[in-house]
């Protein structure tokens, strides 16, 4: 099956975690807004297609067997198990979406520290409250939320180190993208950090070895990280 992966044609933002999973099983796709002259206004039309009757609500969203499904973690719950990304039990594959809804959940925060008073601001214009944000994400949420992953990780009782179960799942390549995320966005507060979880960069690690994962970030398909999208590094938020 051939997949046709709709998201904004140069940022990561939260297509990147849809590609890593298409990436990683060697999946045949397409970034449809990269491969065509329309970019974003392609994207933009089929957003506001008056005659679909289940319209997303905004990118990421993924066209596959005539259906169109929005929202990151829905889109992964959708490829795990065609892409064998996925655990084989219903109980795993329901913790699974769990830890991708978090996953969510944290993204949302990350993206806040840089637009706190929403994104019809540029950063420029929310400067001051954006440093608060920060501080307070640095000093609380990131510990918060990268403990628990990491506690999630260590009580995994099935041998490979993964998230989930005992094989590679999309919710070890999201792991993969946070850590990599937060590495460009927040440095410093990182090496404060990575002493505190040390089982999820040894995680990070081995996804970024992988052949196909290596593969692809030594790729052009890998969009580089910068000051747009979800991961963004501004000095004065670092600390």
Do not use: C
């Not at 690690?205 to 593969?215: E, F, H, K, Q, S």
């Amino acid at each position: 099956m051939a997949y046709e992966l709709h998201y904004w044609p140069t940022i990561q933002g939260r297509g990147e975690f849809v590609r890593l999973a298409l990436e990683a099983a060697g999946a045949d796709y397409v970034d449809v807004a990269r491969g065509t002259h329309d970019g974003e206004g392609g994207l933009m039309g089929r957003l506001r297609d008056a005659d679909d009757p289940r319209p997303p609500f905004a990118p990421p969203f993924l066209v596959a067997d005539g259906m169109t499904i929005g929202q990151t973690a829905a889109i992964l719950l959708f490829l795990g198990p065609r892409l064998g990304l996925a655990p084989t039990s219903e109980v795993d594959r329901l913790w699974a979406h769990q830890l991708q809804l978090t996953v969510t959940d944290f993204v949302v925060e990350i993206h806040d520290t840089h637009h706190p008073l929403g994104p019809s601001f540029f950063y420029e214009d929310q400067e001051p409250e954006a440093k608060r944000r920060a501080e307070d994400f640095r000093r609380t949420r990131m510990p918060k939320f990268l403990g628990y992953f990491e506690r999630v990780h260590a009580r995994n009782p099935a041998p490979g180190g993964f998230m989930v179960g005992a094989e590679l799942s999309y919710v070890d390549l999201s792991m993969f993208q946070l850590v990599s995320g937060l590495g460009y966005a927040f440095p410093k507060a990182m090496r404060r950090l990575e002493p505190t979880i040390p089982g999820l960069i040894g995680l990070h690690d081995r996804v970024a070895n992988l052949p196909r994962i290596a593969a692809y970030l030594e790729s052009d398909r890998r969009i580089p990280f910068s000051v747009e999208g979800i991961f963004r590094h501004y000095p004065d938020l670092d600390g």
